[in-house]
């Protein structure tokens, strides 16, 4: 290929090229020829040379050869030479570049250049590269072209001054005066860079805002105007004028209304026109009416023009375009908390949304329609979303599960009901919900006495039906072996009468207990229903017995040892079998369960602390020595102190225990493993953000940590994650969280646990990362935990917030 070729030849040859190599090669040829004639002292061509390596330069290859080239056609004189050098120049530099800071001189001396092309090629560069050194310096040369004549220059200059102010912050100050000027001109251009300019400066300085709260009423004046006029074929699109600028003003409005009531009254009669005239039937005004929506429910508005701004919501949810239906539930997911009557009327067109077959309309819907049950639709808004369960997609079951299940636990009109609903989960959607489900329905039916022959005869027809769900299984074990009397009775008034015999209930746990779908978790709660029943039925024990002993050579651990205890019962302990296995008292409510799902934890930066207090302390009781327990901690004293033992009840699936001082051998056997739980601690409360630490020891160098996050405000925070970070020489695992979304006032809260492995016995500590999105804005705080609980003792947990 000649050094001569045109730029079109150039292009053909690339693209005919049948291979990458083929197409380095002319590529590499050309820019040899290219670098040739730019070492050339005389050379005609450069103007053609340069825009050859701009094409180069697009398709990926490296040009940075052509940065001279481009600041020596910058200072040329000729008009063709300066267009392409300056195309260049925005192109080839950046602001990181030392040969950017050439082009500074010749930039100021076009600012200043007769003609208005030449003067616009500057100013575009400099919008474009601008770095802080050259906007500081060439600042007041946009400021007097602000002030020029020229409605094209002042458009650009306009443009450029958002640059600067963006770069060097003080200086919006030097074009205030100017931007308040430039609001009289009539030229449309001009006005969408002054209404830029404006939004720029009040968004990043108090005082410019409470100044351009004064141009309110100029700015509905502009406003109106483009509303009102007639047809004009330079700026309308679409039958709406110079949507563009309507939508700019529209976001400068909300601006300057945001908690004011002044500002916010002058805007209300435009709003209100702006949102009965605006055409909805194209997507320009579409456009203008989302943004009139927007400024409406972001200012100190009428009541009636935020039930205006909500309708033309329920507007948007009934149009064709999926785009626009998404975001009509965005923004009514931000008020619904506020404007909550609003948006209800509107719940059958966001109800039918569920049905959207697209995926994300579809888990808007499901947000929106969770945050619209309340005790009044309860019932009929339940409906509507179990039938969604039952064919929604597999992603959205754990969402829709979970959400339910707070609904029904806030707004449940009997218990009965309760029971029912999640029941009814639990058959659709059992392997979906999360872990504390299952402790938390036992928790309801224990405090529902008089439906506990009604819960469990329906749970053993359930469990009968299908066993594949093991949420529900689990459940199922719990109440027959729990209350397997009553459904022995066969007596209950609430449902059909099914007689049931001690064969075929053990029959069921039998299945149970052989089936390739029980996971070890469910196994255990059969086989401790199955021994519960030991004491509840007369004709089958020695089958009860037969079953546990099968069960002592079991390959799972968990479940082996769970049967050696159960068959000490029996043989050495056949006295204490009907006390230790008695029914269950009432379960008091306590934080939620955790997850046993798994992730992998991801460390934080290393950061220092700033500030650091003193957490809770330790129980007011304690010994003398814990003293030096705390000096442990810090490396002192090395005395440790000696646990106090707990004492508890029997827990189904749980190692049996008694405080019987008779049965010293039966707590050897069956207790001693309990793990040492220590009072939970306020880590982090920002925000209305609470998140609370609580330990449990595991062995002397194994711990469980459980971080339990809550949200006392009055609106939803979603995308609510944790990340912890220990010393190296410490193993982390981190298990999957509850969940990713904290509901209002505190009715749910997020769990997750956290396995930390200290072989080395190193001083512990663990910076967690919190982050969450409330209100549609990113929070990110960094809390550090300097101290945990040193062998059996409560420790001193210090605190860093950053």
Not at 61 to 66: N, V
Not at 698 to 715: E, H
């Amino acid at each position: 290929m000649s050094p001569s070729v045109p730029l079109q030849e150039m292009i053909r040859a690339i693209r005919s090229a049948r291979t990458q190599c083929e197409e380095r090669g002319v590529i590499q040829r050309e820019c040899a020829a290219i670098r040739a004639q730019f070492r050339q002292a005389d050379n005609g061509g450069r103007s053609h040379n340069l825009a050859k390596l701009l094409y180069v330069h697009m398709l990926g290859y490296p040009a940075h050869f052509g940065q001279m080239e481009c600041v020596r056609m910058i200072a040329s004189p000729r008009y063709s030479e300066k267009r392409v050098g300056y195309l260049g120049a925005m192109m080839l530099l950046d602001e990181k570049q030392d040969a950017s800071l050439l082009i500074t001189n010749s930039i100021k001396n076009d600012l200043s250049h007769s003609s208005q092309y030449v003067q616009s090629l500057a100013l575009c560069t400099l919008a474009c590269m601008g770095s802080a050194e050259m906007c500081r310096d060439l600042a007041p040369e946009i400021d007097r072209l602000l002030r020029a004549s020229n409605s094209y220059i002042k458009k650009k200059a306009a443009l450029c001054a958002v640059h600067i102010v963006r770069k060097v912050h003080d200086l919006g100050e030097l074009f205030a005066p100017a931007a308040r000027s430039l609001l009289s001109e009539k030229n449309h251009g001009v006005l969408h860079g002054a209404v830029v300019l404006i939004t720029e400066l009040c968004e990043r300085n108090p005082e410019a805002l409470e100044r351009f709260r004064k141009t309110v009423p100029d700015l509905v004046q502009i406003m109106k105007g483009l509303v009102i006029s007639g047809y004009s074929p330079e700026h309308d699109v679409a039958g709406i004028s110079d949507p563009f600028l309507q939508v700019r003003i529209l976001r400068l409005l909300r601006i300057l209304g945001h908690n004011n009531e002044a500002a916010s009254d002058a805007m209300n009669d435009l709003l209100a026109q702006v949102a009965t005239n605006t055409d909805s039937t194209k997507t320009v005004g579409n456009a203008v009416l989302y943004e009139t929506v927007l400024t409406v429910l972001d200012i100190k508005s009428e009541s009636g023009l935020r039930v205006l701004a909500v309708n033309i919501l329920g507007r948007f949810l009934l149009n064709n375009d999926r785009n626009i239906r998404y975001i009509a539930m965005m923004s009514l997911q931000k008020i619904v908390g506020t404007d909550h009557i609003a948006v209800q009327r509107h719940r059958g067109t966001i109800v039918d949304c569920l049905k959207d077959p697209d995926a994300s309309v579809k888990r808007r819907a499901l947000e929106l329609s969770l945050a619209l049950v309340s005790a009044s639709n309860i019932r009929s808004m339940m409906k509507e979303l179990l039938i969604f369960l039952s064919s929604c997609p597999l992603e959205l079951r754990a969402q829709a599960a979970s959400g339910i299940f707070n609904a029904a636990e806030r707004y449940a009109p009997s218990q009965r009901w309760h029971i029912d609903t999640i029941l009814h989960v639990l058959t659709t959607a059992g392997g979906d919900v999360r872990d504390e489900t299952v402790p938390n329905l036992i928790q309801l039916i224990t405090t529902a006495s008089e439906l506990h022959c009604y819960t469990v005869h329906k749970l053993y027809r359930a469990l009968l039906t299908d066993i594949s769900q093991q949420s529900l299984v689990q459940v199922a074990c719990w109440c027959i072996g729990e209350y397997g009397d009553l459904l022995l009775k066969g007596d209950c008034q609430e449902t059909e009468p099914v007689q049931v015999t001690e064969n075929d209930v053990l029959d069921a746990l039998e299945t149970v207990l052989q089936s390739h779908m029980s996971s070890p978790a469910t196994r255990g709660f059969a086989l401790t229903a199955t021994m519960k029943l030991s004491t509840r039925i007369t004709d089958n024990v020695d089958r009860i017995r037969s079953i546990v002993s099968i069960y002592g050579s079991c390959i799972d651990v968990e479940l082996q040892q769970r049967a050696v205890e159960y068959n000490a019962l029996f043989k050495k302990y056949d006295h204490m079998r009907a006390a230790v296995l008695e029914r269950m008292p009432v379960i008091e409510r306590n934080s939620p369960g955790h997850t046993n799902g798994e992730s992998s934890g991801e460390l934080v930066k290393e950061v220092q602390p700033v500030k650091v207090k003193e957490g809770d302390a330790a129980p007011t009781q304690q010994p003398a020595n814990q003293v030096c327990d705390l000096l442990d901690l810090l490396g002192g004293s090395e005395e440790p102190l000696k646990p106090t033992s707990a004492q508890s009840g029997p827990a189904p699936g749980q190692p049996i225990n008694t405080s019987n001082s008779s049965g010293g051998d039966l707590l050897d056997l069956l207790g001693g493993l309990e793990p040492v739980a220590f009072t939970p601690v306020t880590v982090y409360e920002k925000n209305g953000v609470t998140l609370t630490l609580s330990c449990e020891k595991q062995s002397d160098s194994s711990m469980t940590v459980t971080l339990t996050a809550s949200n006392s405000t009055d609106s939803d925070i979603s995308s609510f994650t944790l990340q912890a970070a220990v010393p190296k020489s410490v193993q982390l695992h981190m298990k999957a969280p509850s969940g990713d979304s904290l509901p209002a006032h505190g009715t749910a809260k997020v769990t997750q646990t956290v396995v930390l492995n200290n072989p080395n016995k190193v001083n512990l500590k663990m910076r967690i990362r919190v982050s969450y999105t409330s209100r549609g804005s990113a929070f990110q705080d960094m809390v550090q935990v300097d101290s945990f609980p040193d062998k059996a003792s409560i420790g001193v947990i210090l605190l860093g917030f950053f």
